[in-house]
């Protein structure tokens, strides 16, 4: 299980830090993404880490603003996002699936069909 918190209020410009705790059962060979979904719009890529933590990969609309982190040890994946804007006001999904080979990062993991544990979700709401 999977359970994401620390969504919330905050002005544009302003920061917010996601967390995504597993339970249950290991992320250590799992790649971990996040998601997000704005109201009335389609689920979307967000960031994406390795198992190892080697590799990151942003959608170009957080690139420069969001950084992906994990750690294995706690069991918790994270997102920092900075500058927050009113349009990345969403759902904000954490998810899991067993590692990809090295050549398929990322392009195998922006697909939410590709993942096989999901996060409940976490509501960010950017105000202008």
């Known amino acids: 299980q999977l359970q994401a918190s620390g969504g919330g209020l905050v002005q544009a410009g302003g920061s917010l830090s996601l967390s995504c705790a597993a339970s249950?059962?290991?992320?250590?060979?799992?790649?971990m993404g996040w998601f997000r979904q704005a109201p009335g719009k389609e689920r979307e890529f967000v960031a994406v880490?390795?198992?190892?933590?080697?590799?990151?990969y942003y959608a170009d609309s957080v690139k420069g603003r969001f950084t992906i982190s994990r750690s294995n040890t706690r069991n918790t994946v994270y997102l920092q996002m900075n500058s927050l804007k009113p349009e990345d006001t969403a759902v904000y999904y954490c998810?899991?699936?067993?590692?990809?080979?090295?050549?398929?990062?990322?392009?195998?993991?922006?697909?939410?069909?590709?993942?096989?544990?999901w996060g409940q979700g976490t509501l960010v709401t950017v105000s202008s």
């Open positions: 998810a899991a699936r067993r590692r990809v080979i090295a050549s398929e990062f990322p392009k195998k993991l922006l697909s939410q069909y590709e993942y096989d544990y």
């Open positions: 880490t390795n198992w190892v933590s080697t590799s990151t």
């Open positions: 249950g059962r290991t992320i250590s060979s799992s790649d």
